[in-house]
Structure formats: structure tokens, C-alpha cells
């Protein structure tokens, strides 16, 4: 079985992205099921094939220990982890090709807590996993944001101990212009160099050009495509980004 999810800041369009992925892969007759771990979620953009709200109630947690928001959400995603076998048993079920995952909205909380990577773990051992990490393109509106949501992006693999790429989400939000400017900060350090020295922000441009060429060419990272759950603009090159991790040994 080979199971993808989408990694990425709250709001970033990981639900969405599920949907339209798993619709685009149900249309093109692949055996796939979508997989809802999110236990806090209220509205979804699809009917998830298998849903952790069926086995762990967010409203009930946060009521019975007297939770607020994010103390709900950790506690939740315990649940969810200590009941994983539960969601395992479904999927073994089902017993699919293909499986898409939408992780929880607190992106946070799920990975640097402990659940994340258990479950991630867990995931693992039913087949090949891989992610695709979304950089919402509001959060790529400056060189060192850009930057410190891809800094964001590692630092979740390296949790989650799993191999991804970057995609940048909302695709037919994003102008020409900036689309152009992203290509040219991934390619021409002097440009990416400049874009930061016009920003007044506390670390340095030559600390972040570092970073940046660490996160460019050591991991190898240089092509961002472009996607849109709105008009499936590069849903294909998604999978195939998919694909390509799933069949690589390598970790990022
Ligand atoms: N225009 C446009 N809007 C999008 C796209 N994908 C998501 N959105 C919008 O972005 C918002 C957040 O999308 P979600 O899919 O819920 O994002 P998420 O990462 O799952 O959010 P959380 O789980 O709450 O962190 C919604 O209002 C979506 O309609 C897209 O491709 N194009
Ligand atoms: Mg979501």
C-alpha cells in the first residue's frame, strides 16, 4: 500500500488538497480510500473513506477534562495515537492501493507533540508513506518568509522522521509575478540576497542566504511546483511527486 498526506501550516489547504487528490485518483480508477485523522475538524471538503471521528470525540475530551483549544487538540491526538490499532484494523479492511491522508489543522501540536510521530510510525509499517508539505502562498509573500515556512516544512520532516517535497498550495491565488519571484529566489542567490537585504528583519541576509542554500541545494530542494485543489492545476505532477517518494529509500 502506498498511503500520501499533505504536511503544512494551519489553513495552508491540506483538507482541500486531500479531496481533490483522492477525487482526481477515484476518477482515474486507482484504488484509493481517504483517510480522515483530524478529530477536531468540523467541515470537510469530502466524505473521508475512513474517519477518526468515529473512534475519538474532540467535544467530549475537551469537556470531560475541561480543556481549551490547543490542550483539546493534544489530547485528542493521544486518543487518536492510543487507539491507532483501531484506524490500522479499518485500513487493513479496506485493504486499498492507495490511501490519502489529511493530518490535524495544528500542524504544531501534531508533530511536536508526541502522537505525530507514533502515528506516522504507525503508518509506516502498513506500507510506503510520503508527504507533500504545502507553502501557502501568502506565507511566500516576502524572501524570509518564504524561507522561514520552508525552514517550518524541515523541521516537521525531521519530527515526523518522513521524506516529503514542497508544493506551493493555492496556485490559482498566485500571480505571475510572484510565481517568477519564487523561481528566481530558488535559482539566483545575488536576486534572493537582494529581495532580503530589502527587508528590515532581524537576521541577517547572509544568515538566511546560508539557510536558504542549505535548504536549496544540500537537500536538494529547487522545484516548487504549483497547485490548485480549485482548478487541479498540477494534481498529476503532485502524484507523480508522490510516486517518486514512494518508490526512494532516501529521507529528507
Ligand atoms: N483559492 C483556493 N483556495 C483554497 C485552495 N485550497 C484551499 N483553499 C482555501 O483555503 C482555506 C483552508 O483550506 P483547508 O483545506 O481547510 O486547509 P487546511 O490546511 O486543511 O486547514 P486546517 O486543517 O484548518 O489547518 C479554505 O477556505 C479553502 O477554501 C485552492 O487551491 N485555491
Ligand atoms: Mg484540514
Known amino acids: 500500500m502506498n498511503l500520501g498526506y499533505f504536511l503544512g501550516p494551519a ?5 482541500h488538497a486531500t479531496a481533490a487528490l483522492y477525487e482526481w485518483m477515484n476518477q482515474s480508477e486507482y484504488d484509493v480510500i481517504s483517510i480522515n485523522l483530524d478529530p477536531a ?25 475541561e480543556l481549551g483549544p490547543n ?22 479492511e479496506f485493504n486499498p492501493e492507495y490511501a490519502i491522508v489529511d493530518l490535524p489543522g495544528q500542524m504544531e501540536t ?24 504545502l507553502l501557502d502562498p501568502v506565507l511566500c509573500n516576502t524572501a524570509s518568509s518564504f524561507i522561514s515556512t520552508m525552514l517550518f516544512g524541515v523541521s516537521i520532516g525531521y519530527r515526523l522522521k518522513t521524506a516529503f517535497n514542497f508544493l506551493i498550495s493555492k496556485g490559482d491565488t498566485v500571480s505571475e509575478d510572484r510565481s517568477w519571484r519564487i ?38 530542494v529547487n522545484d516548487f511546483p504549483i497547485f490548485s485543489s480549485e482548478t487541479n492545476e498540477n494534481i498529476d505532477l503532485a502524484f507523480a511527486e508522490l510516486q517518486r517518494i514512494w518508490g526512494s529509500e532516501d529521507i529528507l
Open 11 to 15: 489553513g495552508s489547504g491540506k483538507s
Open 41 to 65: 475538524v468540523l467541515r470537510l471538503p469530502y466524505s473521508p473513506s475512513i474517519d477518526v471521528r468515529n473512534f475519538v470525540s474532540y467535544e467530549e475530551i475537551v469537556d470531560k477534562f
Open 71 to 92: 490542550g483539546g487538540i493534544i489530547t485528542a491526538m493521544d486518543h487518536v495515537a492510543l487507539n491507532f490499532d483501531e484506524v490500522i484494523d479499518e485500513i487493513n
Open 110 to 133: 501534531f508533530a511536536f507533540r508526541g502522537s505525530g510521530p507514533l502515528i506516522i510510525s504507525e503508518l509506516s509499517k502498513t506500507g510506503q508513506i510520503g508527504g507533500l508539505f
Open 183 to 220: 523561481q528566481e529566489w530558488t535559482e539566483n542567490e545575488e536576486f534572493l540576497m537582494e529581495d532580503l537585504r530589502q527587508e528590515s528583519f532581524l537576521l541577517n541576509a547572509n544568515l538566511s542566504t546560508k539557510m536558504a542554500r542549505i535548504l536549496l541545494d544540500e537537500l536538494g
